[in-house]
């Protein structure tokens, strides 16, 4: 009997579920989309039982849709967005909206941290910037703003670990690359930093358990199998966080390769065989899925949703172009950016709609269109929103560089992938060819090499990565467009730092609340 692999990808807007065979060829695929909610400026949360029902769905539509009788599948594992807190009760009950990563709540308890450790000494020990994203500045949020929610706390679980427990795993496991973003992690020895837990006084019993990926942890349940379509006793395996997923399904096993991700954010990761740390303090270190190795990692607070925001907020003539011609938004929008030359005439977008991340970490930093004249349409503006997005993830890429890190070729990921112009705006702004893969969902693909590795379809994760993951097209950078984007870019750099610097980020912010 065939087997065939089942991955998920629960995302921040939506969750996508895929059955591959055992040559990494898709048979099916399913995706459901969920709303964030937005109580106050920078604020960011979910409700996580609505991601369970709508990822669950997508199951049961891409088992459904794949021909595949469900006794077929062989495993399951999954990548899921990481650095989100949940609070449970102690009947494992949400106690309050799940707080995403995309959540700027908490610059006064990373001041706080500051006080307590050195910033230095803090990354040596975790490989992370101290920072507003990681779950330990929420933690001591909910403890201070919160504190009978806090006292109700049994557990503060990531959503990787909160679905493996609804798919019937019996206990909360974390894979290491997840439980990093605890921000109580030590990355080099894959275990709780106990001078970490004592220092910020959070009980080990209420965190999860760390546990490798692609370790076989479950099986389906009857009440889970009824709602997904799997059938009961699924071998389900640990999986992994997304960006660490995705650097499995694009191949990122060996140095000199990296990731680079557009998703609703952005992230680029790059292999390594030691728990380097980067000289300044600036890219975090975390769990490769394969045991023994790590990735250096930059992350963008937003990249792909900021373009979907261009669409809702300005594209409005063409969705209703796209539906009369019963063709798709970017598609139609594509054909459009490919006749604005390089540079968008002279406009720079600065995608901090969420706040600055990798490199520099200010989550007051804000969006920015500059340079507009009356010569500029809606056109222009589109494709420097893919300019200016993968300006920031340059901005990462450099970072990396500066750190001594290798960086030869890139293998690109994510929705963005299906535009050919976007694509070779990648190449022209990083100056490194960059190919794009057959599964463009390397998350979900990634997930389902780590579930085949717990089933013991392959014998490890490299092994299923080398067999599963193909490239798809190559982009050369184009020589003329390099000294564009080259100029582009510096003028980003010392806009930025302008406005940091003179404190315009943190004036609009005073104003927004």
């Given at each position: 009997?065939?087997?065939?692999?089942?991955?998920?990808?629960?995302?921040?807007?939506?969750?996508?579920?895929?059955?591959?065979?055992?040559?990494?060829?898709?048979?099916?695929?399913?995706?459901?989309?969920?709303?964030?909610?937005?109580?106050?400026?920078?604020?960011?949360?979910?409700?996580?039982?609505?991601?369970?029902?709508?990822?669950?769905?997508?199951?049961?539509?891409?088992?459904?849709?794949?021909?595949?009788?469900?006794?077929?599948?062989?495993?399951?594992?999954l990548s899921a967005q990481r650095?989100?807190?949940?609070?449970?009760?102690?009947?494992?009950?949400?106690?309050?909206?799940?707080?995403?990563?995309?959540?700027?709540?908490?610059?006064?308890?990373?001041?706080?941290?500051?006080?307590?450790?050195?910033?230095?000494?803090?990354?040596?020990?975790?490989?992370?910037?101290?920072?507003?994203?990681?779950?330990?500045?929420?933690?001591?949020?909910?403890?201070?703003?919160?504190?009978?929610?806090?006292?109700?706390?049994?557990?503060?679980?990531?959503?990787?670990?909160?679905?493996?427990?609804?798919?019937?795993?019996?206990?909360?496991?974390?894979?290491?690359?997840?439980?990093?973003?605890?921000?109580?992690?030590?990355?080099?020895?894959?275990?709780?930093?106990?001078?970490?837990?004592?220092?910020?006084?959070?009980?080990?019993?209420?965190?999860?358990?760390?546990?490798?990926?692609?370790?076989?942890?479950?099986?389906?349940?009857?009440?889970?199998?009824?709602?997904?379509?799997?059938?009961?006793?699924?071998?389900?395996?640990?999986?992994?966080?997304?960006?660490?997923?995705?650097?499995?399904?694009?191949?990122?096993?060996?140095?000199?390769?990296?990731?680079?991700?557009?998703?609703?954010?952005?992230?680029?990761?790059?292999?390594?065989?030691?728990?380097?740390?980067?000289?300044?303090?600036?890219?975090?270190?975390?769990?490769?899925?394969?045991?023994?190795?790590?990735?250096?990692?930059?992350?963008?607070?937003?990249?792909?949703?900021?373009?979907?925001?261009?669409?809702?907020?300005?594209?409005?003539?063409e969705v209703i172009e796209a539906?009369?011609?019963?063709?798709?938004?970017?598609?139609?929008?594509?054909?459009?950016?490919?006749?604005?030359?390089?540079?968008?005439?002279?406009?720079?977008?600065?995608?901090?709609?969420?706040?600055?991340?990798?490199?520099?970490?200010?989550?007051?930093?804000?969006?920015?269109?500059?340079?507009?004249?009356?010569?500029?349409?809606?056109?222009?503006?589109?494709?420097?929103?893919?300019?200016?997005?993968?300006?920031?993830?340059?901005?990462?890429?450099?970072?990396?560089?500066?750190?001594?890190?290798?960086?030869?070729?890139?293998?690109?990921?994510?929705?963005?992938?299906?535009?050919?112009?976007?694509?070779?705006?990648?190449?022209?702004?990083?100056?490194?060819?960059?190919?794009?893969?057959?599964?463009?969902?390397?998350?979900?693909?990634?997930?389902?090499?780590?579930?085949?590795?717990?089933?013991?379809?392959?014998?490890?994760?490299?092994?299923?990565?080398?067999?599963?993951?193909?490239?798809?097209?190559?982009?050369?950078?184009?020589?003329?467009?390099?000294?564009?984007?080259?100029?582009?870019?510096?003028?980003?750099?010392?806009?930025?730092?302008?406005?940091?610097?003179?404190?315009?980020?943190?004036?609009?912010?005073?104003?927004?609340?």
């Amino acid at each position: 009997m065939a087997i065939y692999l089942a991955g998920i990808d629960i995302g921040t807007t939506g969750a996508k579920a895929m059955v591959f065979d055992q040559d990494g060829q898709p048979q099916s695929s399913a995706y459901q989309e969920y709303p964030c909610s937005y109580p106050k400026p920078g604020w960011v949360e979910q409700d996580p039982d609505f991601l369970v029902t709508a990822t669950m769905k997508a199951i049961r539509q891409a088992v459904n849709a794949s021909g595949v009788r469900p006794q077929e599948i062989g495993s399951i594992s999954l990548s899921a967005q990481r650095c989100c807190g949940i609070f449970l009760d102690d009947s494992e009950a949400p106690l309050r909206p799940m707080i995403s990563w995309q959540d700027n709540r908490t610059p006064a308890e990373v001041q706080e941290i500051a006080s307590l450790i050195d910033e230095a000494v803090y990354y040596k020990k975790t490989g992370f910037p101290n920072s507003t994203t990681w779950l330990i500045s929420k933690l001591l949020w909910v403890r201070k703003n919160e504190p009978d929610i806090w006292k109700k706390t049994h557990r503060v679980v990531q959503m990787h670990d909160y679905f493996l427990r609804a798919l019937g795993v019996e206990e909360y496991f974390v894979d290491h690359n997840d439980a990093g973003f605890f921000g109580l992690f030590d990355v080099d020895n894959g275990l709780w930093d106990a001078e970490l837990l004592d220092l910020f006084e959070i009980p080990e019993k209420i965190l999860p358990i760390p546990e490798k990926s692609g370790t076989l942890v479950g099986k389906i349940s009857r009440s889970a199998a009824q709602k997904c379509g799997l059938a009961p006793d699924t071998p389900v395996s640990v999986g992994a966080g997304d960006q660490s997923a995705g650097a499995v399904g694009s191949g990122i096993v060996e140095k000199g390769l990296v990731s680079i991700s557009l998703g609703t954010a952005g992230a680029v990761t790059a292999y390594l065989d030691s728990p380097f740390r980067d000289p300044a303090g600036k890219t975090m270190v975390t769990s490769h899925p394969i045991d023994g190795s790590w990735l250096l990692e930059g992350y963008q607070a937003a990249a792909a949703g900021v373009y979907r925001w261009y669409r809702d907020e300005f594209g409005a003539a063409e969705v209703i172009e796209a539906q009369q011609k019963n063709s798709d938004f970017y598609e139609l929008m594509n054909a459009k950016v490919a006749e604005i030359p390089p540079g968008s005439n002279g406009l720079l977008v600065m995608p901090y709609f969420a706040g600055a991340a990798t490199p520099r970490y200010n989550p007051a930093a804000r969006g920015l269109v500059l340079g507009l004249t009356f010569a500029h349409d809606r056109f222009c503006l589109a494709r420097a929103f893919m300019e200016g997005i993968s300006l920031d993830m340059r901005d990462m890429l450099n970072s990396m560089k500066n750190s001594g890190v290798d960086v030869k070729e890139a293998r690109i990921l994510g929705g963005p992938t299906k535009s050919t112009v976007w694509n070779q705006i990648q190449a022209d702004v990083y100056g490194i060819p960059v190919s794009s893969l057959k599964v463009a969902d390397a998350t979900v693909l990634g997930a389902a090499v780590l579930g085949g590795v717990g089933a013991g379809v392959y014998s490890s994760i490299k092994e299923g990565a080398k067999k599963l993951v193909r490239l798809n097209d190559r982009y050369e950078p184009n020589a003329g467009n390099i000294g564009i984007y080259d100029g582009l870019y510096d003028i980003y750099c010392r806009t930025f730092e302008g406005l940091e610097s003179n404190g315009i980020f943190s004036s609009l912010v005073s104003i927004q609340k």
